[in-house]
């Protein structure tokens, strides 16, 4: 039936973000979720898709030949970081770039980094879809290694870009089995080649919007479809070593033990009760713990763990790391123990224009939303120094991520990429 008058009028009266907001497809936008769980899939119904992996690499080529069926140009940069381009009329302007990542935890879900990358893709063909010609170039960019499960730190290939971490250092780090960065991103590329564009890291941006799930319950909980983030919270990482006697499990009185995993018990306890605070806002997690040599009858020699402190003031991670240090040095005896901060990053605070564009694209389009800060760090933290910057969330079932069943609706994935597409749209015409 052809559409009546009044809506050809409507339709010709819409603005470029509406029709390109309008052109979102729910179903499209699932059916690739659905595509990329098959990569890594776990039969729990998660992904295991660590970074720079063959999963990683079959990734890649996927979204490469989405791309290319498309028309859009791709490239990658020094550490990996995979671009997908879609022409502005000012070629020579700085392109406008949103995206996530596509590596997993070991355990993870379907959705986190997905989301964001499959979202800025699911803008890039709606803007072709609905035919809109944005004056800046659009792109949407599958940060390397966000998870930093397998390699750490994690959020590397946007540090890396943003100049936070250096390249070669970043290139040099091991996994938990020794396989160097550089060897596994090589691996990586030959399996998914993609053109270079440039030798050194970074590009100029004019502005980044990620699209992610929540990653906790507060949207599920008030009923709301958009968040609006306005800033993430500061967060510090750690080593912790602990050096003891190996000896024989059986012989060796407890009196005359140095045993690493009884000293690592004694600090990791301490510290669990160091960081309780009154409103329960630092985040304390004790994430790895290696024991070696890992044998039933040998009394451990050395153990190591992780440490993730996250709180959004600055000076409360300081004073903590403080009391982490002294535990450290008063509970190891009679083995010795050492620390090391292994990143420290500086709370965000999100550019207000780019707050504000997301909050009208929600509040234009009828979506219910809230501000909110993100508890989980994000690559936007690193590109947030670069250019305007901001976030888009949406919920996730009862806020369970970094897990197997995490889940989240087709419909508020597609209206958070509506809200998406509507704030990429403004940023690139202005
Ligand atoms: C990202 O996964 C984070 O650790 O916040
Ligand atoms: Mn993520
Ligand atoms: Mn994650």
Known sequence: MPPSRGTCERVGMMSDFERAAQAVREDRLWQRHMDMAKLGGTPRGGVNRQALSAEDAAARNLLMSWAAARGFSVFTDVIGNLF??????????????????MDSQPTGGRFDG?????????????????????KRPVEAVAWTNEEGSRFQPGAMGSAVFAGHNALDAMLAVKDWKGVVLRDALAETLAAAPAPRRGDTPGF??????????????????????????????????????????????????????????????????AMQDATRDADDTLRFTIGRVDVLPGSPNTVPGRVSFTIDMRHPSMEVLEAHETKLRAIVASKAAPCTATIERLTSVAPTVFDPGVIGLVRDAAQRQGFSNMDMPSGAGHDAMHI????????????????VSHNEIENATPSDLAAGTRVLVEALVRLANR
Do not use: N
Not at 84 to 95: F, I, L, N, T
Not at 240 to 245: P, T
């Open 204 to 269: 100029a941006l004019d502005g980044y919007v990620e699209a992610h799930i929540e990653q906790g319950p507060r949207l599920e909980d008030a009923r709301t479809t958009i968040g609006v983030v306005t800033g993430i919270q500061g967060s510090r990482r750690f080593m912790v070593e602990i050096l003891g006697d190996e000896a024989h499990a059986g012989t060796t009185p407890r009196a005359a033990r140095k045993d690493a995993f009884v000293a690592a018990v004694a600090i990791a306890g």
């Open 114 to 134: 997905m989301y964001g990358v499959l979202a800025a893709f699911e803008a890039l063909e709606a803007l072709e879809d609905a035919g809109v010609r944005t």
């Open 84 to 101: 997908v381009r879609r022409e502005g009329s000012d070629a020579g302007a700085k392109p406008i770039l949103s995206g996530s990542h």
């Open 384 to 399: 947030a120094a670069l250019c305007p910057a901001g976030m888009v969330f949406v919920p996730c079932e009862r806020g």
